[in-house]
């Protein structure tokens, strides 16, 4: 397994994530696109599924809230939001555990 720490935006099922097409993550997602996430309170598994470009029109909707979410850092020069391989990365959501105040529940 490989392991990287990402930031990323949860709505719906799914965790949305700004990262680069060429990017080693991305290789081993296309090689296997099963995936584990893992936070202070939940860990979880999905598949991670490239939603492409982020400036892509049928992106727009999901980008506008990334870069609300993420506005503190995401034009700090790291992101190239005029490169096609700047893209979003889904992964969503197939089974996990959230634990709150002791209590564990399954998803």
Same mark, same amino acid.
Not at 12 to 20: K, S
Not at 26 to 31: A, F, G, N, R
Not at 35 to 46: M, S
Not at 52 to 74: D, S
């Given at each position: 397994?490989?392991?990287?720490?990402?930031? %990323?935006?949860?709505?719906?099922?799914? &965790?949305?994530?700004?990262?680069?097409?060429?990017? =080693?993550?991305? *290789?081993?997602?296309?090689? =296997?696109?099963?995936? %584990?996430?893992? #936070? /202070?309170?939940?860990? %979880?598994?999905?598949? #991670?599924?490239?939603?492409?470009?982020?400036? *892509? *029109?049928?992106? +727009?909707?999901? %980008?506008? *809230?990334?870069?609300?979410? &993420?506005?503190?850092?995401? $034009?700090?020069?790291?992101?190239?939001? $005029? $490169? /096609?391989?700047?893209?979003?990365? +889904?992964?969503?959501?197939? $089974?996990?555990?959230?634990?709150?105040? #002791?209590?564990?529940? /399954?998803?």
């Amino acid at each position: 397994p490989y392991v990287r720490y990402v930031n %990323a935006y949860y709505e719906n099922g799914a &965790f949305y994530i700004i990262t680069y097409a060429l990017s =080693n993550k991305m *290789k081993h997602i296309k090689i =296997n696109p099963v995936v %584990a996430i893992a #936070g /202070e309170w939940f860990t %979880a598994h999905g598949k #991670g599924v490239s939603l492409g470009y982020f400036g *892509k *029109k049928e992106n +727009c909707i999901i %980008a506008e *809230k990334l870069k609300n979410v &993420f506005a503190e850092w995401i $034009d700090n020069g790291h992101n190239n939001f $005029d $490169d /096609e391989n700047t893209i979003i990365l +889904c992964v969503e959501l197939t $089974d996990g555990l959230l634990l709150s105040h #002791g209590t564990r529940f /399954e998803f």
